[in-house]
Nanobody, 125 residues
Framework: QVQLEESGGGSVQAGGSLRLSCAVS???????????MAWFRQAPGKEREGVAR???????NYADSVKARFTISRDSAKNTLYLQMNSLKPEDTAMYYC????????????????WGQGTQVNVVS
């Protein structure tokens, strides 16, 4: 059973930075031929949306709202996915979720088989 556990959320002032981590247990995603990982977020009263994703080749994609501010990366040795968030805005406030898919990288939520419990990010102005 694959488990994902996010950490690193918290409260920060607008313009600040946070780094989220997602620890992956039970399998080494770096050894899976076509595994993709992503960060999603969900604000109160809004639908869950994709923020950043990375495929098995390291190709990254970002939502337009976070381009040039957020960076997705992974450390195979630590089996950990990261999301570096800079220049945070109040509209970035949301619960952030890490997700993993054995299929191709996509923004489609239903294609991700594994999800973490989420970590809350609050950006105050």
């Amino acid at each position: 059973q694959v488990q994902l556990e996010e950490s690193g959320g918290g409260s920060v002032q607008a313009g600040g930075s946070l780094r989220l981590s997602c620890a992956v247990s039970e399998y080494s995603y770096s050894s899976v031929s076509s595994v993709s990982m992503a960060w999603f977020r969900q604000a109160p009263g809004k639908e869950r949306e994709g923020v950043a994703r990375i495929d098995s080749y390291g190709l990254r994609n970002y939502a337009d709202s976070v381009k040039a501010r957020f960076t997705i990366s992974r450390d195979s040795a630590k089996n950990t996915l990261y999301l570096q968030m800079n220049s945070l805005k109040p509209e970035d406030t949301a619960m952030y979720y890490c997700a993993a898919a054995t299929g191709p990288s996509t923004w489609s939520i239903s294609r991700y088989e594994y999800w973490g419990q989420g970590t809350q990010v609050n950006v105050v102005s």
